[in-house]
């Protein structure tokens, strides 16, 4: 193999190979810190968005009480022998009771006493129950203890804490399906002087406002994402990563253009100030040793290896040129 493509092969291995091996590490490092970054922000993304959904449930239902509140004193104040039959059949007190928002959340009303030291609730405004199903307890006709019970407690505490908002996760079943899903729920009493009378109880009941949210529902709803409502924010990170990445290949592009002028330079530079003066020196070489003993030796003006090489050249075609001068001689 001849010395300039060696010089040219060594060039651009010592070029390119490098840029490789640095725009590789470069691309893997942003690609592993994009992955960490966009898992952390999925994590932290996840916690607040329900956080945020947490809270809205909790806002509806104090705002919820507040209304129904204000509805019943005007009522009461009509009527003050009314029943919960009366709001079940009140167009304007379902309206207000069973709101829907978000992606199939919504409000309701139970009625909830105590007697005989337990505690009784029953459905009022319930949306998502048949309305055959409205007015009765919760326990001893719906069965929510033994279908539902993590309900069912939620909704007892509710009635035992008073005045206190009560918030908690619970497995509800739906009636049409009988499919299982999580919820979250809040519920909070309306106003313990605010009471009326319930024939299946057959007593005065407190009311009491409440809301839920299908805890992927809603979190779809924050962030129109159908599938994971963090990876909705996280696809923005993912963005950010191929974007860097785009840019590493751009930078790898201009590395390479580099590279290759550098080459191109250095290809040119070695053919024109080395191989070529070499090649030319060793022609002058070889008509010397065939007898051409006059033949000018180039680059002898050069203080570089070829000038030294020049000059060397030259002695020996100088010493030759008098050995054969001196072998005439003898031979004359």
Not at 76 to 90: A, K
Not at 151 to 177: A, K
Not at 274 to 301: C, H, M, Q, W, Y
Request: charge should be neutral.
């Amino acid at each position: 193999m001849k010395l300039t493509p060696k010089i040219v092969l060594i060039v651009l291995i010592a070029s390119i190979v490098p840029l490789l091996v640095l725009a590789q590490l470069t691309l893997a490092g942003v690609t592993q810190s994009g992955e960490s970054a966009r898992v952390g922000v999925v994590n932290v993304s996840q916690v607040y968005i329900e956080k945020a959904g947490q809270e809205a449930v909790r806002m509806k239902t104090e705002d919820l009480a507040k209304k129904i509140e204000l509805y019943l004193r005007q009522k009461l104040r009509e009527n003050p022998n009314l029943t919960t039959v009366d709001l079940m059949n009140d167009p304007d007190f379902r309206e207000l009771s069973a709101r829907k928002w978000g992606m199939g959340e919504y409000t309701w009303v139970l009625g909830g006493a105590v007697i005989g030291r337990e505690y009784k609730i029953v459905t009022v405004i319930y949306p998502t129950l048949p309305q055959h199903q409205w007015g009765k307890e919760i326990k001893s006709d719906l069965g929510w203890d033994k279908s539902m019970p993590e309900l069912y407690n939620l909704t007892v505490g509710s009635l035992g804490s008073f005045t206190h908002l009560t918030c908690g996760y619970y497995t509800w079943i739906e009636p049409d399906t009988l499919k299982q899903t999580q919820k979250y729920l809040c519920q909070i009493p309306v106003s313990l002087s605010l009471r009326v009378y319930d024939p299946t109880l057959k007593t005065n009941v407190v009311l009491i406002a409440g809301t839920g949210a299908y805890i992927d529902g809603y979190f779809q709803y924050l962030t129109k994402n159908p599938a994971n409502p963090a990876e909705n924010i996280a696809g923005e990170v993912t963005k950010s990563i191929e974007k860097a990445s785009e840019q590493i290949y751009i930078n790898l592009g201009i590395a390479f253009a580099i590279a290759v002028v550098f080459i191109v330079i250095i290809a040119y530079f070695t053919i024109s100030s080395i191989a070529n003066p070499i090649v030319e020196l060793s022609r002058s070489a070889d008509k010397i040793s065939a007898g051409e003993v006059d033949t000018e030796i180039p680059f002898r003006e050069r203080a570089d290896e070829i000038g030294i090489l020049s000059n060397s050249i030259e002695r020996l075609k100088r010493s030759l040129k008098v050995a054969m001068q001196s072998l005439e001689e003898a031979l004359k």
